[in-house]
């Protein structure tokens, strides 16, 4: 089966860099996705990784290691309106289509 | 401007009940996923279809029906069988290939009173 993990919840401070990790097990991969949802809202599209390295977009940046399993979204220069959660997701190779598989996310607050 | 259409936004069922939620695309995007959130939790799959005519069940899709009769539409049908519908529902829809990113509708809330 497919499973991530990700740190339930992150604080920081307005100005600030924070790192959301995300280790995954799936039976295939096609890539690491990373998604900002803001309370009772949709989730948006922030990331994709379907190589090893850094994706840089604006604030945020997203890196994955495949022979790790693992990935992060860096977010820099931290504010106030970056208060939400985060998921990671990877795309199970199962089928053609390319289901997600979502996190629990990480609820990330930033402080003034 | 494309995008996606959930309604309606807040749903009230009574226990016994069926209810249908409504998602329309005008992305043109093949392939069109419904997921329940509940409070503090994931996105879990309950249905998915990357085809007119054709669907899969996620992993969660006891008490829960679809139909794809056209591209642009995908509704959910909560049925009486699923025990505890109250939560958030959001429809997504992405293109069918391994690097687009998945558009989001604005969700329905479901409540059983």
């Known amino acids: 089966g497919q499973s991530l993990e990700q740190p339930s919840e992150v604080t920081a401070v307005e100005g600030a860099i924070v790192q959301i990790n995300c280790t995954y097990q799936t039976s295939g991969f096609y890539g690491l996705s990373w998604y900002q949802q803001h309370d009772g809202g949709a989730p948006t599209f922030l990331s994709y990784?379907?190589?090893?390295g850094l994706e840089e977009t604006g604030r945020f940046s997203s890196f994955l290691s495949r022979s790790d399993s693992y990935g992060y979204l860096l977010l820099q220069e931290l504010q106030m309106k970056d208060s939400a959660s985060y998921f990671c997701?990877?795309?199970?190779?199962?089928?053609?289509?390319?289901?997600?598989?979502f996190g629990q996310g990480t609820e990330l607050s930033v402080k003034p | 401007d494309g995008g996606i259409t959930q309604s309606p936004k807040y749903l009230f069922r009574k226990e016994g009940q069926n209810v249908t939620l409504s998602c329309e695309q005008n992305?043109?995007?093949?392939?069109m996923y419904w997921y329940r959130q509940d409070p503090g939790q994931g996105l879990r799959l309950i249905y998915y279809?990357?085809?007119?005519?054709?669907?899969q069940k996620g992993d969660i899709a006891e008490g829960y029906s679809v139909s794809r009769e056209k591209k642009e539409s995908f509704p959910l049908t909560v049925t009486s069988a699923q025990k505890n519908p109250t939560a958030f529902y959001l429809c997504?829809?992405?293109?069918?290939?391994?690097?687009?990113?998945?558009?989001f509708g604005s969700g329905t809330r479901l409540t059983v009173v």
């Open positions: 990784n379907g190589l090893d």
């Open positions: 992305l043109n995007h093949d392939a």
């Open positions: 997701a990877v795309r199970d190779r199962s089928n053609q289509g390319g289901k997600l598989i």
């Open positions: 279809s990357q085809i007119v005519n054709d669907f």
């Open positions: 997504a829809s992405s293109p069918v290939d391994r690097e687009g990113g998945y558009t």
